[in-house]
């Protein structure tokens, strides 16, 4: 039978190395915690949701509380899961009063009949299924609301400011079965227009999922991801014979020299072999392969890809 795997990431980008510690813990805790579900013999939906889940509750990462605020200093949140035994998923897209739109984009994927909701649709669709609406309060955090005051400040700094972080979140598993899951969530890009929607909840683009060849979860300059579909880019690279660490490179090099892009990537095969590469100044990346044993790591050098 497959040996489980489990992948995990908190994000790429500047990320201030006086958080870095932050991030290296809610990625243990992360992973630790869709670690033990594979353990039990849960399926890797179930890990890659509870991981997730496990991030958007913890105020350091840009995904439910913690997420960044746009222009209009509200908190609009993308997430997107995908099953690779069916290739069905789930999406939400510019959703306000969330605190876990991953838990959303799941039941979207098992109950609705449609693969994604957007706006006061998601929340008015949340509602009815009885997940607990919050007020944006509840996400916000100190941090945010300073940079965001920042940006209102000096707005033409705006996208520089914006791309400082990257935070957004994700998982990759594969469970004793040999099914393949995906899922990424995130608040976007700070001070992004309202109704913005980035990679994160697109199919391909955020998060891709195959039993046939792997998984993976992007994460970065939202805008330039799409436009390469890194997440299956990386997948199919997988599929055509490189291993999950040349898979993630190569996907990298493609955003690097098609769209001059930032971000990175984590990248599951159907063995259980992971990789995960980025151009970002930072990454901060918690997985166990094959071989057993747990790493949590911040890469730190720009365009050097991490260790399998």
Known sequence: MPVPALIVHGGAGDIPPAEHQDYL??????????????ERGQSA???????????????????????????????????????GAQLRLGAVAAV?????????????????????LVGEGARQYAARIGLRLCSQAELTVPREVARYREFQQAAMRARKLALIGHDTVGAVAMDQFGNIAAA??????????????????????????????GGASATGHGEAIMRVLLSKTATDAVASGLTAQEAADRALQILRERVNGEGGLIVLDRHGNVGFAHNTPYMAVAWRGPEGVMHVTMQAERGRTGTR
Do not use: Q
């Open 96 to 116: 306000r009063g969330i605190a876990n739109p991953v838990t959303l984009a799941r039941r979207i994927m098992e109950e609705s009949g449609h693969n994604i």
């Open 45 to 83: 939906l179930d890990a890659v949701e509870a991981a997730v889940r496990e991030m958007e509750d913890n105020p350091t990462f840009d995904a439910g509380v913690g997420s960044v605020l746009n222009s209009e200093g509200e908190i609009e949140l993308d997430a997107m899961i995908m099953d």
């Open 25 to 38: 813990a809610g990625c243990r805790v992360a992973f630790e915690t869709g670690w033990r579900l594979l």
């Open 184 to 213: 990424t969530s995130t608040g976007g890009i700070a001070f992004k227009l309202p109704g913005r929607v980035g990679d994160s909840p697109l199919v391909g683009s955020g998060a891709y999922a195959d039993n046939l060849s």
